[in-house]
């Protein structure tokens, strides 16, 4: 049991940094299970990959809570207007994948949770970013995500429909479709952190519910290795994203666009020699 709680946390940690940098969390933790797997059922893990995510999630509540908290006693009616309007951007963005999540999850799990998928898609993104940086201006931009407009907001929820295919990083095509859509780096990091609230709330729900539905009880390890791994997920979250937000401040993708080439094609090796 000691093991797989060790395992647990070090799946936490890979799931609090992976989730908010642009390099694909669902892949690393396919990647993970790959070379260290749990001691787990094929049911707990398919639930697990989605639900550790809620740890990561929390943090953003956390940090995040008074900027998008609409009931605020500090904030003056103009201010919660703001917050409200910024709610209802990020609804509006999550529907497509939000739709498309619930129809295709069977199939998606069925054909495209694979190390080939993952390295195509993890280098496939890595150019787009150095693409985007190379071109992109950083003057004249969207500098907060409240300034955004619907037609945006949708825009973007059409790029996080993306994330759908593992390897793809659900943070890496909000980024990327914003930064494409006129939003500075650091407005598109927080509508993308924001954006993770209530599609990763939605998807873990539909994981927990589809398990519990089969009937089949956590054992006791099970339930260790889903609570470390959310825990450990939540406080490495609140370090990351701190650390993100002042990198993006200063520095642009392409270290990561650099990162995903690279992870990508040890992926495709790894797999080619081993076989």
């Known amino acids: 049991m000691l093991i797989e709680i060790l395992k647990a946390i070090l799946y936490g940690i890979v799931e609090g940094i992976t989730e908010w940098l642009p390099i694909s969390s669902t892949g690393h933790l396919i990647l993970l299970q790959e070379l260290m797997p749990l001691n787990v059922s094929p049911d707990f893990w398919e639930m697990f990959e989605v639900v550790v995510q809620l740890g990561a999630i929390l943090a953003v509540i956390v940090l995040f809570f008074k900027k998008l908290n609409p009931f605020a006693p500090s904030k003056n009616q103009a201010a919660k207007k703001r917050t409200w309007n910024l709610w209802f951007r990020v609804v509006v963005a999550v529907l497509p994948s939000g739709i498309l999540g619930v129809l295709l999850d069977d199939w998606l799990n069925a054909h495209l949770y694979n190390y080939i998928t993952v390295a195509a898609t993890l280098i496939l993104y ?86 519990a539905a089969q009937g089949v009880a956590m054992t006791q390890t099970e339930l260790l290795v889903l609570l470390f791994g959310c825990v450990t997920a939540f406080l490495v979250s609140l370090v990351v994203i701190r650390g993100l937000m002042d990198y993006v401040k200063k520095h642009t993708f392409s270290a990561f666009g650099i990162y995903r080439i690279a992870l990508g094609a040890v992926v495709i090796l790894y797999f080619l020699l081993s076989k």
């Open 126 to 211: 890595g150019f787009a970013f150095l693409a985007i940086e190379r071109k992109k201006p950083q003057s004249g931009l969207v500098k907060r995500p409240e300034d955004i407009s619907y037609k945006t907001a949708i825009c973007i929820g059409a790029f996080q429909v993306l994330s759908l295919i593992p390897g793809t990083s659900r943070s890496g095509s909000t980024i990327l479709g914003a930064m494409l859509l006129g939003l500075s780096r650091t407005a598109a990091s927080e509508f993308s952190f924001f954006l993770a609230i209530p599609t990763m709330l939605g998807a873990s729900l539909l994981k927990a519910v589809k398990f």
